[in-house]
């Protein structure tokens, strides 16, 4: 059994920073692709960012605008997202997810087979 743990979200002002981490814990796999997605209340999840974890390729939704920054950790499995100039409007759960079977594009939630249970973001005007 494979999970991934989200830690770091919480309440914020607009114009503040987080740091959100994700770990893998239970069996040992291996990661083609890590990537962060996000749901508000009333919208579907959609991509934020991703990194391949061989080369470190990233890949940014357009709406991020440069502000947050994904990286891999050190451990296996463990993936990073740093948010800069928070808006009110990336309120939002953020979940982490790792594609094992190289399936898909980054940018697609279809191409992750493990997700982790998520991690409220809350962005104060």
């Known amino acids: 059994q494979v999970q991934l743990v989200e830690s770091g979200g919480g309440l914020v002002q607009a114009g503040g920073s987080l740091r959100l981490s994700c770990a893998a814990s239970?069996?040992?796999?291996?990661?083609?692709?890590m990537g962060w997605f996000r749901q508000a209340p009333g919208k579907e999840r959609e991509f934020v960012a991703a990194i391949t974890w061989s080369s470190g390729v990233t890949y940014y939704a357009d709406s991020i605008e440069g502000r947050f920054t994904i990286s891999r950790g050190n451990a296996k499995n463990t993936v990073y997202l740093q948010m800069n100039s928070l808006k009110p409007e990336d309120t939002a759960v953020y979940y982490c997810?790792?594609?094992?079977?190289?399936?898909?594009?980054?940018?697609?939630?279809?191409?992750?087979?493990?997700w982790g249970q998520g991690t409220q973001v809350t962005v104060s005007s």
């Open positions: 239970g069996r040992t796999f291996s990661s083609y692709v």
């Open positions: 997810a790792a594609d094992t079977v190289r399936s898909g594009s980054p940018r697609w939630a279809t191409t992750y087979d493990y």
